[in-house]
């Protein structure tokens, strides 16, 4: 079974500047997560997508973040514009329920983001 | 409101030594509690996970946890290390009531050294 695969694997941008990054689930997973995971600390859920609905996107800073998950599958993370403290790895997990208890969630290798 | 306390942010242990990293939770409900590994520029991996059945929890690669509701602790312990577990170790909390927002919240991650 093929795993979660995220592109590009790292990217390095000016400040300012845009950037998206780009998440396959795995095939049949209804639940698709976004996470930032800052040096040193633990990752931070920004936005949880059950099909192609937002279930939760409390801490997504959405004055630059947004996020999209077109026919209930790949999902793009996008960026505008970019600022220093952004420099984080992005995570990106599925799971197969739509109820808590089916909810292993499974990582992607995740995006490496450098803002300089 | 959950999260989760994993005390040392690094550990180094003797190649055959005990393994030995600490997590505890807070929770309003009974939750359900996990481990991650991250081994470096990879995505995280699912150790074990307690869901409310045995509390003696046995995972993969002979790691084992135990959730103690009295001391709201869920270690994570192997009895011998092997120099391939040098990883970063994440401890996670979810609450398995919310249905749909079966949001995961990590601790800050313990990064274990394994010494010949």
Not at chain 2, 67 to 75: A, I, L, Q, R, Y
């Amino acid at each position: 079974e093929a795993g979660v695969a995220q592109s590009p694997r790292y990217k390095i941008i000016e400040k300012r500047q845009s950037v998206a990054f780009w998440c396959n689930p795995i095939s049949g997973h209804a639940t698709l997560y976004w996470y930032q995971q800052i040096l040193g600390q633990g990752p931070k859920l920004l936005i949880q997508f059950q099909n192609n609905g937002v279930v939760d996107d409390s801490q997504l800073p959405k004055d630059r973040f947004s996020a999209e998950r077109l026919k209930g599958v790949d999902s793009t993370l996008k960026i505008q514009p970019a600022k220093l403290e952004d420099s984080a790895v992005y995570l990106c997990a599925s799971s197969l329920g739509v109820v808590a208890s089916e909810g292993e969630q499974f990582f992607g290798p995740g995006t490496r983001l450098t803002v300089l | 409101a959950q999260s989760v306390t994993q005390l040392g942010s690094h550990v180094s242990v003797s190649e055959g030594a005990l393994v030995l990293l600490r997590c505890n939770y807070s929770s309003s409900v009974p939750p359900y509690l996990f481990w991650y590994v991250q081994y470096p520029n990879q995505g995280l991996q699912l150790l074990l996970k307690y869901t409310s059945a045995a509390t003696l929890v046995k995972g993969i690669n002979g790691f084992e946890a135990e959730f103690k509701k009295s001391e709201t602790s869920f270690h994570l312990t192997k009895p011998s290390a092997h120099m391939s577990d040098a990883a970063e170790y994440f401890c996670a909390v979810r609450n398995p009531y919310t249905g749909t927002a079966s949001k995961l919240t990590f601790g800050t991650g313990t990064r274990l050294q394994v010494t010949l």
